[in-house]
């Protein structure tokens, strides 16, 4: 039989059918053509699902594929609580993917139950959906039978997308949308398409780019190639209802995530544009970041860092296919680019057909992947967004080549089987490969659980929703730290007898590994029974140690420690917002006399308010006399937050250690650093607390504990909305989080506890939790800023006191403002300390663009060589700054230039923190050398950013001035001192 293929107007074009001259038979309607075309085209689709199913279930059936994987199990958990009636929107503890195929599978699991295949299978036979698409637009290109090559590929794929496609986490409903939206856009650029099919093809561009781009912005590329295409190529199109159809029907599909973004400050969007670290720097190696991963997910890698083991022959298998299919699909993308050139040089559109869309496609996928970390991060699955159009270029190099005739038609025959024979082999071989594998560890270890009783488990995420998903929950297992749904880790913390809850850890994924979770288990005076179930080791019936302990109080204590001794009293004032600190280095040691021996049986070192200040490993030594020490812990590795909670074991992220030992009498207690951490991290010693052996269990009074309770209620409400982005995950959404909790009732309530037990460990614990987790940092006047935000005015005049004393050389009126009104909300007297504004001695003024004046400058008139003296700044903010400028100051003399360039106000809180129209005071030294000429100087001072060299133009002054910098005075230096040693007077106090 002789095939006749259509002939194409131009090389590398489709078949333009406007132009040809069509016979009266060929003017049918479009729903006569239907009627004579469905065996041509309905039969193909079906045996083309059919075997895109088959081989989904084929692989499915593998061991490997038998239980959930850890992001698996998160579809699963939401899919169960869609049948218990929560709504979705996105995956747990994350602003993005869209919870679509977690409502695909709540309806699978409603009608054949809740199962690890049903999960699978469900999203997997959706995508059946993704290789019509493919289909629909190749055949549009180059007809049949190669435009269903592009079907049959996604029937028969790589095992990278075959595994992807059977791993359901959201990018395969995204990805199948996504092409669906390109199959839209192609059937409205076909010519031949009729009125009616191009109203449904707008219905259907609309419903799947929103249901897409809540699914996944990924696919927004997708999304922009349609609409500019369309746009580019039937411009009249605007003046027709189709797009404003598509375009509402696009944010009624997509209204869950509008509505969820316009509550949520837009999370998705600052997620999406801070998320993963920068973009490589060099333009090559970002390309070989797209190449490689792509490559190998065409070849034989299934997932990061895995793959199926090639034989040789197999091997060279895929050289072939990277030449007859991939190749020449890269070639028809680069043509088509010259083909768009060459329309434009005579001045026609770029882009008019089906095939001109996909190109498009292509190509901003590419620079989607080079200009973002994802795409340059050389994780797999994001090279998934290539497969919308990889296999529609490679079937359209096939279909070309078939065009040369017989030989022709033959070779590209041949290459389509070559490609779907690798394809098929490699699916085979990772069957085969995984085929001894164990089916499903996770049941023996949820029989296990259960035999022993076990009702609820801590464990890491990738463990923990495993077990909860494939117990159908009958297991609340939740992670330490409720990183993807809080309510979880409520659920097991609301468990009161310890009995039922135990702590899992697993070989291969550890974190912690089990060998590490026991020594911290030891660490904290546990006994726990241990039962192995292949990787899985189960921390159950865990003893907790001898209660009858009570907190020795701090008074008369003395301590020292390697660095900044003079601060090491902080860290048992009990005021949890100081703390000493040291460098993380291995070595650093604090050391503590508690002033008279005590049977020592607990020792605890809070963090807080920094939980990333803990030890990476430490040594614990106590002694009688301090030349004779006992080591009592030794760990090169600590884990912090492992503590008690209901008489059973827990983990949380305050960062705390807590060491018990066997009662003995001591005097002194030495901890030391082991290990290294990244240079400028830092061990701190937020509270440390010491308990010795007592006759009954120490309590908190009743009032106390109402009081904390009280604390911790209101601190819950961070996590209204528990299965929502997690800030350790999401930071942007970290203020939302912050805005659900009011701080003041927070803190005041944790103030009252503190007052009524002071050496009640939780009460700082909380207090020093709170203050971390409501935006604390390290500069007082930030935090004096944040606590006058929250009304909580107990920790206003806290900051404040504290910023008073640790910087006496900086003063501000919106301190000393926000001082003022704590005391009028709680009724304090105005005479009970504080610092009264300052005036300078000259007063002037020389204002600097729009942002700052100086209207004050305190200049010694003299000053001797080898001596420091201190220059007094006073600054009126204008307005409200973006940047932290810094001052140049410029001190001449004869023959001879001093310097005191520095950043206006404290590092931490410069310009950029300021309000507007506040008044600030610094204080900053001028040290000159002793071997400074004597005679007079003139002071030079000027405003600039260091990062971009910008100088602000003086705009007023009564000063001598040049347009950058005024002259603010004189200074005399002396001769030096006989001796000519340096001294340092003290900075003057505001």
């Known amino acids: 039989m002789r095939i006749a293929w259509p002939a194409a107007v131009e090389r590398g074009s489709a078949p333009d059918h406007s132009r040809a001259e069509r016979p009266a038979s060929a003017t049918r309607s479009l729903s006569a053509l239907t009627r004579t075309g469905f065996v041509r085209v309905g039969v193909p689709a079906v045996l083309l699902a059919l075997l895109f199913v088959a081989v989904r279930y084929w692989v499915a059936l593998s061991p490997a594929l038998s239980e959930t994987y850890y992001d698996e199990a998160l579809t699963g958990l939401m899919s169960l609580a869609i049948l218990r009636g929560i709504p979705q929107v996105f995956y747990w503890g994350q602003p993005y993917l869209g919870a679509e195929d977690a409502y695909l599978v709540a309806g699978a699991f409603s009608l054949f139950g809740p199962s690890t295949f049903v999960l699978r299978i469900t999203v997997a036979t959706a995508a059946v959906l993704w290789a019509w698409a493919l289909w629909s637009i190749a055949r549009r290109v180059v007809g049949e039978p190669f435009g269903l090559v592009a079907g049959l590929y996604l029937a028969v794929p790589p095992i990278f997308l075959t595994y992807i496609q059977l791993s359901s986490h959201g990018e395969t409903v995204s990805l199948t949308l996504g092409c669906l939206v ?81 509550r949520h400050e837009w999370a998705t969007f600052w997620h999406l544009a801070t998320w993963g670290n920068p973009v490589p720097p060099g333009l090559g190696y970002r390309v070989s970041m797209v190449v490689w991963p792509l490559l190998a997910t065409f070849r034989n890698h299934f997932w990061d860092g895995r793959a199926v083991v090639l034989p040789r022959v197999v091997d060279q298998w895929w050289w072939v296919v990277l030449w ?22 005579r001045r026609a559109s770029p882009w008019r057909e089906p095939l001109d869309l996909v190109v498009l496609a292509f190509w901003l996928t590419v620079a989607a992947h080079l200009a973002t970390w994802f795409g340059t991060s050389g994780i797999l699955r994001y090279s998934m967004t290539f497969y919308a159009t990889v296999p529609i270029l490679g079937a359209v190099a096939l279909g070309r080549v078939a065009r040369w005739g017989r030989t022709g038609f033959a070779i590209a025959a041949v290459a389509a089987l070559v490609v779907l024979g690798f394809n098929a082999l490699a699916n085979a071989l990772f069957v085969r490969e995984t085929a001894g594998q164990p089916s499903r560890p996770v049941d023996a270890a949820i029989r296990r659980m259960e035999e022993l009783g076990v009702r609820a488990c801590y464990a890491d995420s990738r463990v923990a929703q495993v077990i909860a998903f494939e117990s159908q929950e009958r297991i609340e297992c939740a992670d330490f730290s409720g990183y993807r749904n809080y309510a979880f880790m409520e659920q097991v913390d609301a468990v009161d007898d310890p009995a039922t809850v135990a702590l899992v850890a697993h070989q291969r994924l550890k974190s912690p590994s089990p060998d590490h979770l ?34 020795i109080p701090p008074v008369g204590w003395r301590a020292t420690a390697s660095t900044d001794p003079e601060a090491a009293g ?176 927070v803190f005041a309530a944790a103030d009252r506890a503190l007052a009524l037990a002071p050496e009640w460990e939780e009460a700082h614990h909380l207090y020093g939790l709170a203050l971390a987790v409501s935006g604390w940092t390290s500069d007082p006047d930030e935090m004096v800023v944040r606590a006058r935000r929250d009304r909580a005015w107990p920790e ?70 080898g001596e420091t003296a201190h220059v007094r700044y006073y600054w009126h903010a204008l307005s ?26 404290p590092t931490l809180f410069g310009t950029s923190h300021w309000e507007a129209d506040e008044e600030v005071v610094e204080a900053v030294p001028l040290p000159v050398p002793v071997d400074t000429p004597p005679g007079p100087y003139r002071v030079k001072l000027g405003l600039w950013l260091p990062e971009t060299g910008k100088r602000l133009r003086v705009t007023e002054t009564d000063l001598p001035h040049a347009p950058r910098y005024v002259e603010i005075g004189t200074v005399t230096v002396l001769p030096p001192a006989s001796g000519g040693t340096a001294r340092a007077a003290p900075p003057p106090r505001p």
């Not at 990787?535 to 009858?548: A, E, L, Q």
Request: no cysteine.
């Open 182 to 262: 390109l199959a839209s856009g192609a059937a409205l650029l076909d010519e031949r398409l009729g009125p009616r099919g191009q109203r449904w093809a707008w219905v259907a561009l609309g419903i799947t780019g929103g249901l897409g781009w809540w699914a996944s912005q990924m696919m927004g590329m997708f999304l922009l190639a349609a609409g500019v295409a369309l746009l580019v190529a039937r411009p009249r199109v605007v003046r027709s209802p189709g797009p404003y159809v598509a375009l509402g029907l696009f944010f009624v599909s997509s209204a869950p995530f509008w509505i969820w973004n316009l």
């Open 324 to 345: 007859v299919f991939y190749g020449p699909a890269l070639a028809v993308a680069a043509i088509q680019v010259g083909v768009w050139v060459a329309r434009l040089r």
């Open 518 to 551: 026991a020594r911290m288990l030891a660490l904290i005076g546990g006994r726990p029974e241990q039962s192995v179930v292949g990787d899985y080791v189960i921390f159950h019936h865990v003893v907790p140690p001898d209660d009858r302990i009570r907190p």
């Open 570 to 745: 902080r860290a048992f004032d009990r005021q949890a917002w100081t703390w000493w600190t040291a460098p993380k280095v291995d070595g650093e040691w604090f050391s503590l006399d508690l002033g008279a021996p005590h049977a020592v049986a607990q020792l605890d070192l809070l963090v807080a308010p920094d939980p990333a200040d803990a030890p990476v490993g430490l040594r614990v030594e106590t002694s009688l006399d301090a030349r004779t020490w006992t080591p009592v812990a030794d760990l090169p590795i600590v884990m912090p937050g492992v503590h008690w909670w209901k008489g059973h074991p827990r983990v949380d992220e305050s960062g705390r250690v807590l060491v018990r030992l066997t009662p003995r009498p001591t005097r002194y207690v030495r901890f030391t650093q082991r290990g290294s951490a990244p240079p400028g991290s830092e061990w701190s010693i937020g509270e440390l607390f010491a308990y010795e052996a007592a006759e009954a269990p120490w309590a908190a009074p009743a009032a106390a504990v109402a009081a904390l309770e009280e604390a911790r209620q209101e601190f819950g409400h961070y996590m209204d909305d528990p299965g929502g982005p997690n800030p350790r995950r999401a930071p942007v959404t970290e203020a939302h989080r912050r805005g659900q909790v009011s701080w003041r009732r």
């Open 796 to 865: 206003v005049l806290r900051w404040a006191g504290l910023a008073e004393a640790t910087r006496p050389e900086f003063w501000r009126s919106e301190r000393a403002a926000a001082v003022a009104e704590a005391r009028r909300e709680l009724g304090v007297s105005a005479a009970s300390g504080g610092t009264t504004a300052p005036s300078p001695r000259r007063r002037l003024s020389a204002r600097f663009g729009r942002d700052l004046e100086l209207t004050g400058a305190d200049l010694p008139a003299e000053v001797r060589a």
């Open 880 to 905: 409200r700054m973006r940047d932290d400028y810094w001052a140049f100051v410029h001190v001449h003399g004869p023959e001879h230039e001093l310097n005191q360039d520095h950043v206006l106000g």
